[in-house]
């Protein structure tokens, strides 16, 4: 990838001997999802497939990008000596110039313009955090490039805060923080509440990490996301009113259970439900992990996609036939939905011996259930962002 990038970067920019290379991973969800915003913890791990840059310096104040991914969008180019604002012409190029605007937010100011060119081998849409990966590189070339004291964890703020204030979507930090923090063969066990985490090393003992794409690609900005968002927080809201909790991810699911009439609306009761239960599911994964318990592991897991399906509803069906499917499937641990949701991919822990199996069921049954060939990757587990 270091070789088209760089082939790219000479074709849009002419050739430069002062470029540099980076790299920033994308991210997998094993389990806790929507926990992040909730207070709870999450699972995630870097994998070895990101966003990629090439990146030279300018002597003006002006920014020019250009994607490999997307080259028929053209050059994007902004101005730093006047305000940067989100704008739909920036396209794709809202992510890195988010990034660009919360860095001078907080007094790190560019002191020159930068000719970039990006290239990732995440599948746009699929909810392995193409665009979290995207934020994290940005940060990290700005810290490389001007010398900004900020820490891997800043850059997973940062971008958090960018995707929030400039780019609208109200995500919570899981995304950006597994590619800031990824750590080869381990995944984060992170409480979001205070993020505090610690390194979980991944040991499948004769098993595998699968992902598949669904290919029902998610914009999670126009998606209902933001709209669980305020749905989770009626529901603590609701519960504040009768037990203390600074958030749901405070509660255990006997709490919940002796305290949740007090949420009047249903929709919000079962948002609520989700966000309680999925979080004392991700610590009992980690534990069940802990003790070389790949089977309650795997259960878990299942449970997740159910509640995710039934309670949180941000699955679809696409990724239930895909989740469902896995499930009859000998070999296979477990399978659920991964990432935002309402589209994307499905991540499942698959017995080395089943995964040829897998491949050929899953991609059968998709076929003939949806009329789609699904994409299926064997994922490794990777580190964070870096120089290459």
């Known amino acids: 990838m270091k070789a088209k990038i760089l082939e790219g970067f000479s074709k849009v920019f002419g050739d430069r001997d002062d470029i540099k290379c980076y790299f920033a991973p994308g991210r997998v969800n094993l389990i806790g999802e929507h926990t992040d915003y909730n207070g709870g913890h999450v699972f995630p791990c870097a994998l070895t497939i990101g966003t990629y840059a090439a990146v030279a310096p300018r002597t003006d104040m002006k920014v020019r990008l250009y994607s490999l991914n997307f080259e028929g969008t053209g050059i994007k180019e902004a101005d730093l000596s006047k305000p940067l604002n989100p704008c739909a012409d920036y396209d794709w190029a809202n992510y890195p110039l988010g990034v660009m605007w ?105 098993a595998k990490i699968v992902v598949t794409n669904s290919l029902v690609k998610h914009s999670l900005v126009t998606s209902a996301y933001n709209d669980r968002r305020n749905e989770s927080n009626a529901a603590l809201k609701a519960l504040q ?46 534990e069940a992990l802990k003790n070389n318990d790949l089977e309650t592991f795997g259960k878990l897991m299942n449970a997740s996609h159910i509640s995710l399906r039934d309670d949180y509803e941000t699955s679809c069906p696409e990724c239930d036939v895909l989740a469902e499917t896995a499930w009859s499937i000998p070999g296979v641990i477990g399978s659920r939905i991964t990432g935002g949701g309402f589209g994307g991919c499905t991540v499942s822990i698959v017995k080395d011996e089943a995964v040829e199996n897998f491949k050929e069921v899953i991609t059968k049954t998709y076929e003939e259930k949806v009329g789609k060939t699904p994409e299926i990757y064997v994922v490794e587990i990777g580190d964070g962002p870096r120089t290459i």
Request: charged share 25%.
């Open 241 to 286: 009113a009768v037990i203390k909790c600074e958030t749901l991810g405070d509660l255990s699911e006997e709490q919940f259970e002796a305290n949740k009439d007090a949420i009047t609306d249903e929709v919000a009761k079962k948002r609520g439900k989700h966000a309680v239960y999925e979080n004392q599911r991700t610590i009992k994964a980690v």
């Open 102 to 206: 919360a860095f001078d937010g907080r007094g790190m100011k560019m002191s020159h313009g930068l000719d970039i060119v990006i290239a990732g081998d995440i599948p746009a849409g699929s909810g392995l955090s193409s665009s979290a990966s995207f934020e994290v590189l940005t940060g990290y070339i700005l810290r490389d490039r001007f010398g900004f004291e900020v820490t891997n964890q800043d850059l997973a703020l940062i971008g958090q805060y960018s995707e929030n204030n400039f780019n609208g979507m109200n995500c919570g930090i899981m995304d950006q923080f597994a590619s800031a923090m990824g750590k080869a063969d381990n995944a984060i066990f992170l409480d979001t509440a205070t993020l505090n985490f610690e390194y979980a090393p991944i040991k499948l003992n004769g």
